[in-house]
C-alpha cells in the first residue's frame, strides 16, 4: 500500500511537469512569470492558468466583440496573487468598456411593448432613397437645433401606410434627443391602455404621471386601440392637457389621418360623442405638426 507521501510526491511532481510543459509556450511562460507570483504557487493552478493565459491572448487579437472567443465574451479570465493562492475573476475588456460607456445613453429611452431593436435606430441608418422622408428628416434636425430654446418645437403626428417606417423614423430621433441626456417613452398606445388598466391596484398613479411629465414621449399605433370613455377623457386627454399646457413635445404614430382619427374616438360603446373626439383632436394639433409618410412596407425589425 503506497503511503501518502509517496501519493502526494507523486501528484506534485505530476503538477511540476504539467507546468513545464505549459512553460514550453514561450509566450505562456512570459506571461505567467510576468504576474510576480512565486513558481510554486503557479505550479498549483497551471490548468487555470492556461485559461487565462488563452483569453489574454484572444483579446491581443480581438477585432470587435461579436466574435469574442473567450468562455464568457466581453471578458477575460484574470489571475490575482492574494497571500498563497491565486485567485481568478471575470474583468471587461476594454472594448466592453468602451461599447458600455458609448451605449449609456441607452438608459434615457425608455421602451413599453416597443421592440428593443429600436434602441438601435439611428440617423445614419435611415432610408435615404425615399424623398417622402425628406420632410420629416429636415423637421428633426430642425426639432433638435431648437430643442433648447424657451418655447419647445411641436412634436409630430406622423401618420402613413403600414410598415412604412414610422416608428423607427421617431426612434432615430428619440435615441439622438437621448445621446444629449433627453429622457423619453415610446410607447405602443393600444398595450399601454390594457397594462394601464390593469393597475388600478397597484401602480397607476405612478405610470400615468410618468406619461404625463416625461420631457419626450411617442404614442404609438394611436388609433389601434379600443375606443372607450376611460381611454379617451380619463387617459389620453389629461395627458395630452398636460402636455400642452407644460409644453412638452409629444410625438404621434397612426396609421389613420387626424380626421378618421377623430372618427375613430368619437365612437365607443357608449354610442357617438364627436364634441370629445373634437378636443382630443384640438390638443393633439396644439401639440403637433402633422406629416405623411406613404411608402413601401419596409418593416425587418
Known sequence: MKKVTDIYNADLTALHQSFEDACADKDFKKFVYGL???EDIMIKYTSSLEDAFFDCQNCKNCKDLSNCPNKLAGYVYTPVADNNIIVF???ACPKLNKKLKDDSYKENLDLFEMPKGLK?????????DDKNRIPIIKYFKEFIDNYN??????GIYLNGSFGS????????LFNEMAKKGIRSI?????????????????NFKEKFNQI????????DDIGAENCSNWSRDEVLGPILQYRMENRLPTFFTSNLTMEELETALSIT???VDKLKARRIIERIKQLTIPLELISKNRRDW
Open 120 to 128: 438601435e435606430a439611428s440617423f445614419k441608418d435611415l432610408y435615404k
Open 186 to 202: 415610446m410607447i405602443y398606445y393600444p398595450e399601454f391602455l390594457v397594462n394601464l388598466k390593469g393597475s388600478f391596484q397597484t
Open 165 to 172: 417606417g414610422k416608428t423607427y423614423l421617431m426612434a432615430a
Open 89 to 91: 475573476s471575470y474583468d
Open 149 to 154: 430654446n424657451d418655447e419647445k418645437p411641436k
Open 212 to 219: 404625463k411629465k416625461i420631457p419626450l414621449l411617442l404614442l
Open 269 to 271: 360603446s357608449s354610442g
Open 36 to 38: 510576480n507570483i512565486k
